[in-house]
């Protein structure tokens, strides 16, 4: 079945590093991806998505792109700031899924001043 | 106004008994989810309705049982609760079941069985 592989966390950073959350997945045909964002004690919101191969998601400085070829859909920030500090998943649907999200285990970011 | 609310925001009770968690979107969407939260951050969906009708029906205990009163409503039962049923339950809801639509969620219930 289709599944989502995200690199473990917590990733400490301080104020204005770039922040990079590794993602891959396995799915068969095109899926749909998503990052999400969960700030302590709050739901997910959407961060940004890519629905098909080449794809570049992109909101509030965050930026993944589909990569087809190694299955990817890196996150990145090029200067995180200390309100980033929050749980980041990758999710994915796919045809047929009747828009069930597979998600990662979610990557907790620890950004410091 | 919030897209996707929920109630209660807390909920602690003892093992046995039986609780509801209430969901409601006002996003005009068809389809509605729940999900469960683990300690570990992990999330699983439970159930999902299209304009009321039961889509996904995931491994789930049958004390669980979801009920859609109309398009806009997704209330959860529990009955018998046991102390693995503490997570955050998360109702959500997108568009409709095309895979491309997001999915936007409520703010979570936090279940503590005792």
């Known amino acids: 079945g289709d599944s989502v592989t995200q690199m473990e966390g917590p990733v400490t950073l301080s104020e204005e590093a770039f922040l990079t959350i590794n993602c891959t997945y396995t799915?068969?045909?095109?899926?749909?991806l998503f990052w999400y964002v969960q700030y302590p004690g709050e739901g997910l919101q959407l961060l940004l998505k890519?629905?098909?191969?080449?794809d570049k998601g992109s909101n509030k400085g965050f930026e993944a792109t589909y990569r087809k070829e190694t299955t990817s859909f890196h996150l990145e920030k090029g200067s995180v700031q200390v309100s980033d500090s929050a749980v980041y998943f990758c999710?994915?649907?796919?045809?047929?899924?009747?828009?069930?999200?597979?998600f990662g285990a979610g990557t907790q970011v620890v950004v410091t001043p | 106004d919030t897209a996707v609310s929920q109630t209660p925001k807390y909920l602690v009770t003892q093992m046995g008994n039986d609780k509801s968690i209430k969901c409601e979107q006002n996003?005009?969407?068809?389809?509605m989810y729940w999900y469960k939260q683990d300690s570990k951050k992990f999330l699983k969906i439970m159930f999902s309705?299209?304009?009321?009708?039961?889509?996904i029906n995931e491994t789930v205990p049958n004390r669980f049982s979801p009920k859609s009163p109309d398009k806009a409503h997704l209330n959860l039962h529990i009955n018998s609760l046991e102390l693995g049923d503490s997570a955050v339950y998360f109702c959500?809801?997108?568009?409709?079941?095309?895979?491309?639509?997001?999915?936007?969620f409520g703010p979570g219930t936090r279940l503590t069985v005792t």
């Open positions: 959500a809801s997108s568009q409709d079941q095309a895979y491309s639509y997001e999915q936007y």
């Open positions: 799915a068969t045909g095109y899926p749909s």
């Open positions: 890519a629905t098909k191969a080449d």
């Open positions: 999710a994915l649907t796919n045809l047929n899924s009747w828009g069930k999200f597979q």
């Open positions: 996003l005009g969407h068809d389809t």
């Open positions: 309705y299209n304009n009321k009708e039961l889509i």
